[in-house]
C-alpha cells in the first residue's frame, strides 16, 4: 500500500516549521512564526486521519521548538540587565579615573612639568546613562520609521498585484464570455448550413423527376405524331 498522502494543513505546518527553524534566534519574525505554528499544531490534534507517528513526530518538533523558544525569552529579557551592568561598570572607570587624577591636580608642579599634558587637556567625560538611552532610543525610532516605510511599500505592491489580478480576471472572463458566443454562433451557422444542404438536394430530386416526365411526355407524343413505317 502506498503512503497515505498529506493533508493541507499538515503541508503548511511541515513547511512552517521549516522556515521558522532556519531563521536566526534574533530574528523578530520567529516569535510571530511560532504563535502560528501553534495555532496550525491546535488544529491538527483535531484533524482525523493523521497516522500516530505523525502525531507523535509534530509534537516532539513543537516541544523541541518551545525549549527554543523559552530560552530565546530569557536572553531578551536578561539583556537590558546587561546593558545596565555594563553601563554602572563603565561610569564606575571614569569616576575611578577622575579620582586618580584629582591629587595630581592639588600638587605644585615641577619645572620640568609645568605644561600640563595633552591628554588631560583633550578630556572628555564619558557620556551618562540618559544619554546612553537616549541614543537607544534614538536608533529605534529611526528602525520603527524604517519598518513603517517598508510595510507601506509592501502595502502599496499588494494593492498594485491585486489590481492586476482583478484586471487579467476580468479580462478572462470577458474572453470566455466572447468564446461562448462565438461556439453559439458557430452551431448556428452550422445547422443553417445542413439545412440549406438538405433543401437543395430535395430541390435536385424534384428537378430530375419533372425533367424525366417531360422527356417521356415528348417521347410518347413524338411517337403518335410520327408513327413507324412498316
Not at 43 to 57: F, H, Q, Y
Not at 113 to 135: C, F, H, N
Request: with cysteine; proline share 6%; net charge positive.
Amino acid at each position: 500500500m502506498g503512503l497515505k498522502p498529506k493533508t493541507r494543513n499538515e503541508i503548511q505546518f511541515l513547511r512552517l516549521l521549516e522556515k521558522t527553524k532556519a531563521l536566526e534566534s534574533n530574528s523578530w519574525r520567529k516569535p510571530h512564526y511560532y504563535e502560528h505554528l501553534r495555532k496550525l499544531h491546535a488544529i491538527l490534534k483535531e484533524t482525523p486521519g493523521l497516522s500516530a507517528d505523525d502525531r507523535v513526530n509534530h509534537e516532539k518538533a513543537m516541544s523541541d521548538l518551545g525549549k527554543d523558544m523559552d530560552q530565546i525569552s530569557e536572553t531578551m529579557e536578561r539583556r537590558p540587565s546587561h546593558i545596565t551592568e555594563l553601563i554602572h561598570r563603565r561610569r564606575a572607570i571614569v569616576e575611578e579615573q577622575q579620582r586618580l587624577k584629582s591629587p595630581e591636580k592639588l600638587t605644585p608642579p615641577s619645572p620640568i612639568t609645568q605644561s600640563p599634558r595633552p591628554s588631560e587637556q583633550e578630556y572628555i567625560p564619558e557620556p551618562d546613562v540618559s544619554e546612553v538611552l537616549k541614543q537607544h532610543k534614538e536608533r529605534q525610532s529611526k528602525l520603527a520609521d524604517q519598518m513603517l516605510a517598508m510595510t507601506h511599500n509592501l502595502k502599496q505592491v499588494s494593492v498594485a498585484a491585486r489590481d492586476i489580478i482583478h484586471q487579467d480576471n476580468k479580462n478572462l472572463s470577458e474572453l470566455d464570455n466572447l468564446v461562448d458566443k462565438n461556439t453559439s454562433s458557430l452551431s448556428r451557422e452550422t445547422a443553417q448550413l445542413e439545412k440549406f444542404n438538405q433543401s437543395s438536394g430535395k430541390c435536385w430530386v424534384w428537378s430530375l423527376i419533372f425533367l424525366v416526365m417531360v422527356i417521356f411526355i415528348v417521347m410518347v407524343i413524338f411517337i403518335r405524331l410520327f408513327p413507324q413505317r412498316r
